[in-house]
């Protein structure tokens, strides 16, 4: 929990009785969670959302397994191993826990095959990544696809999700010495701002006619540079905020442009259902595979938070076992 905004200090762990699930609800014995730039945003006091100060929690990804039932759930029993797909009120029900309460339509079973840390990081980039190029996007076979911060959580799913659909994913970042990891990580090419000029190369890598889609999950100035490299016609999702900069509205290439939030469709069941089958197939079939950078203890969130902070993941995910 913690009590003032600040860095990753104001965190404290605390002792609290369990709750008993309301109707609707389940409780889930939280096996572990990974940190997301999004818990820094609200810590911080980042985000616009409202945060109850004192006392409050944070979290919104996490795995683990339904240990009580609230009046009317069906469809899951206790001992059910679940992933988080939804927390409504991360500062009162938050993942940073051993145990937190959620509704019932917000957990979707856990994908065989998946470690608890590897479960614990995967949906809230993946589903990101889904919603904004399929759901959002109609990303098609033999699309090439533009992905920013390739590095990232999302970027690495997008390259993924890319690939399972027949897709060709373009990795952009800022450093040329990214480039054999992103190609292990599923780029078709790699496109680095401190090397190549990003509209020249993705024409070179598309035969002239530009990238059908771009996912931008970095926003500010840059966002022209990536117009450029669109083709006419095409799509560009803006599904991020790493820059906090102004981003000039999208000027010169026709495009379709969508700004894109993953909550848009992780609170839509309809989606969500879809989206659990993309993961499981893609999990089954090896296609899907999140990346694990450090796994600490709870004791250690703190550390965990800091590490995120200052860059030392270099795009893979923290866990924290519970």
Do not use: C
Request: hydrophobic residues 50%; negative net charge; proline residues 7%.
């Amino acid at each position: 929990m913690f009590d003032e905004f600040g860095g990753p200090d104001v965190m404290h762990v605390v002792e609290e009785p369990v709750v008993p699930p309301a109707t609707g609800e389940v409780r889930i014995r939280i096996e572990a969670f990974a940190v997301n730039p999004l818990d820094q945003m609200m810590r911080s006091g980042a985000v616009p959302a409202i945060v109850s100060l004192p006392h409050a929690r944070i979290g919104v990804e996490g795995t683990g397994l339904v240990d009580a039932l609230g009046p009317g759930v069906t469809g899951l029993k206790v001992g059910d191993p679940v992933i988080l797909t939804a927390v409504p009120d991360a500062s009162v029900r938050g993942s940073h826990a051993e145990y937190t309460t959620i509704p019932a339509s917000r957990v979707v079973a856990r994908p065989t095959g998946l470690t608890v840390a590897e479960a614990a990081a995967i949906w809230v980039a993946f589903s990101t990544a889904y919603g904004a190029l399929v759901e959002k996007a109609g990303m098609r076979p033999g699309d090439h696809v533009l992905v920013t911060a390739a590095s990232g959580g999302v970027g690495r799913a997008a390259m993924q999700i890319a690939n399972q659909i027949g897709a060709v994913p373009l990795a952009v970042t800022r450093h040329a010495a990214r480039q054999d990891d992103l190609i292990a990580a599923g780029a078709a090419a790699v496109i680095a701002t401190d090397r190549d000029d990003v509209a020249d190369a993705v024409r070179h890598h598309t035969g002239g006619s530009g990238a059908d889609i771009v996912l931008d999950v970095v926003m500010g100035p840059g966002q022209q540079e990536l117009v450029k490299a669109a083709r006419p016609g095409g799509t560009l999702v803006a599904a991020g905020f790493l820059d906090p900069r102004p981003t000039p509205f999208p000027a010169g290439t026709p495009l379709t442009v969508f700004s894109y939030r993953s909550f848009e469709h992780t609170l839509d069941a309809v989606v969500v259902k879809r989206m659990a089958a993309f993961l499981n197939a893609g999990v089954r079939l090896g296609a899907l595979r999140p990346a694990i950078d450090r796994v600490f203890a709870l004791d250690d969130v703190v550390e965990a938070h800091r590490h995120l902070e200052e860059g030392l993941h270099a795009g893979r995910k923290v866990v924290v076992t519970a």
